[in-house]
Structures are given as C-alpha cells and as structure tokens.
C-alpha cells in the first residue's frame, strides 16, 4: 500500500524541491514523454493528455505540482509527487477513445533530472489521507 507524506515533511526529508529548473525537452527520454502526454493518442492502450500542450503550460503544470503537492511513495518504492488541481488538467483515453477529464497531476522519477516529467492524472477516488509522518490531512 502507497504511503503519502504532506508537502512539508516531504521538503524536510530533502524528497521535494521546488528549485527544479525543468526543461520538457531537456532530454531525449524527456521530450517522448511531453509528446506521450501532450498529442492525442492513436494508440490501443491507456493515457493521459494534458489539456494544453505548449511548453510554457506542461512547465506551470509541473511547477504547481512541485509547489503544492503531496509525495506518495508507492508500493514498488517509487517516489511521485501528486497534486489535485481542483479543475481539469487534461483527459483521458482508453483504446483511444475519450474516457473523460482528469483533474490531478503527477510527477514521477523526481529524483533523477534526466528522466522526471510529469502526466496529467485524475482523483475520481479523492480521499483524504493522513501524513504519516506529522498526521496532517492530505488530500488525494
């Protein structure tokens, strides 16, 4: 089971920095994953597309989400930072089909800067966690 952690203790424990200085296009790897998460797919599997696809909006997306959210470490040991918008963020699709909006933002691979980027992600599951280091409520 995933363990989540507040912004705050997050920062404390040197696992968030808001200083990241992100280019989409930084590296090869990095500028699949701003096409993958920016053009609507034609492909038959599951993915995310941010509503806008220029790179001045992917980075806002990315520096709200370093600024705001929460870091969940997963159960494989992964480390990702989410944060939940409010408002959509991008869409959807399955078997490329429009499945409908997302509203949430997720960071993965924060810790390596040649391969972090960031997709849109939904929270129709919104629940309200607990930092399980403070015991601050968090909302996922």
Known sequence: MSQ??????AIKMGKLNNEV?????????????FYKHT?????????SIFEMSNNK????????????????LDDGGRENIIWVAGKKQ??????????????????????DPNKIHAFPAG?????????INCGQKIIH
Not at 4 to 9: D, E, S, T
Not at 39 to 47: D, E, F, G, R, Y
Not at 92 to 111: A, H, S
Not at 123 to 131: A, D, F, G, Q
């Open 57 to 72: 909006k992917y980075k806002e997306y990315f520096v709200n989400t370093l600024a705001s959210g929460c870091l969940e």
């Open 39 to 47: 053009v609507p797919p034609v492909s038959l599997k599951t993915i």
């Open 123 to 131: 929270s129709s599951s919104l629940k309200t966690i607990t930092c």
């Open 4 to 9: 989540y952690y507040c912004h705050q203790c």
């Open 90 to 111: 991008g869409y959807l699709f399955k078997n490329g089909v429009l499945q409908g909006d997302v509203d949430g933002v997720k960071i993965v691979l924060p810790y």
């Open 21 to 33: 200085d992100f280019n989409p296009s930084g590296t090869t790897y990095q500028l699949e994953k």
